[in-house]
T-cell receptor
Framework: DAGITQSPRHKVTETGTPVTLRCHQT?????MYWYRQDPGHGLRLIHY???????DKGEVSDGYSVSRSKTEDFLLTLESATSSQTSVYFC??????????????FGPGTRLTVL | GQNIDQPTEMTATEGAIVQINCTYQ??????LFWYQQHAGEAPTFLSY????GLEEKGRFSSFLSRSKGYSYLLLKELQMKDSASYLC??????????FGTGTQLKVEL
């Protein structure tokens, strides 16, 4: 258990509404990530963070913004949700391995449906 | 560019051995990861390879050939609970992973 929680776990919203997903970690890891997972596409990186207020874009960042004001929280915001953003969203943290490659561990996921 | 490929589906028999292949192309390479994902759940870390060769972890082993851009996950003594999607991913540096679309493994009696 990497101490990652996501909220909400399920959400149904309407097109055009703002949505914020929260990822919370308890172990002060520096790197945090947001992915979306869709059939036929696998896991795709949306945004990631390498420290408080330090974030960067992934491969599918259009329509999403993120914020990290505290080490433990990484927020993903859909400013105006669209049906194409219906997906399962996973948060991940990177755990530094002594003498080895850092490994990512995933939160339980948020299932978002945009009607 | 970067690319990663693995079969979409595989079926195997309980008690048997199955090998799931993964090929990748990238200009920078730091390591190859395998994750298991049961339906409706989060991916869970299985193994990683940084150097060429075989890494064994109980019933699961993972192999890497950096020169060929090739890896496989070997599952021995298959159990019904091994039915899941297996995700291959590489890191080219910068603490970011590029995932394949996953191989859905079905274990039958």
């Amino acid at each position: 258990d990497a101490g990652i929680t996501q909220s909400p776990r399920h959400k149904v919203t309407e097109t055009g509404t703002p949505v914020t997903l929260r990822c919370h970690q308890t172990e002060n890891h520096r790197y945090m990530y947001w992915y979306r997972q869709d059939p036929g596409h696998g896991l795709r990186l949306i945004h990631y963070s390498y420290g408080v207020k330090d974030t960067d874009k992934g491969e599918v960042s259009d329509g999403y913004s993120v914020s990290r004001s505290k080490t433990e929280d990484f927020l993903l915001t859909l400013e105006s949700a669209t049906s194409s953003q219906t997906s399962v969203y996973f948060c991940a943290i990177s755990v530094a391995a002594s003498g080895g490659t850092d490994t990512q561990y995933f939160g339980p996921g948020t299932r978002l449906t945009v009607l | 560019g970067q690319n990663i490929d693995q079969p979409t589906e595989m079926t195997a028999t309980e008690g048997a051995i199955v090998q799931i292949n993964c090929t990748y192309q990238t200009s920078g390479f730091n390591g190859l990861f395998w994750y298991q994902q049961h339906a409706g759940e989060a991916p869970t870390f299985l193994s990683y390879n940084v150097l060429d060769g075989l890494e064994e972890k109980g019933r699961f082993s993972s192999f890497l050939s950096r020169s060929k851009g090739y890896s496989y996950l070997l599952l021995k003594e298959l159990q019904m609970k091994d039915s899941a999607s297996y995700l291959c991913a590489f890191t080219g540096g910068g603490n970011k992973l590029t995932f394949g679309t996953g191989t859905q493994l079905k274990v039958e009696l």
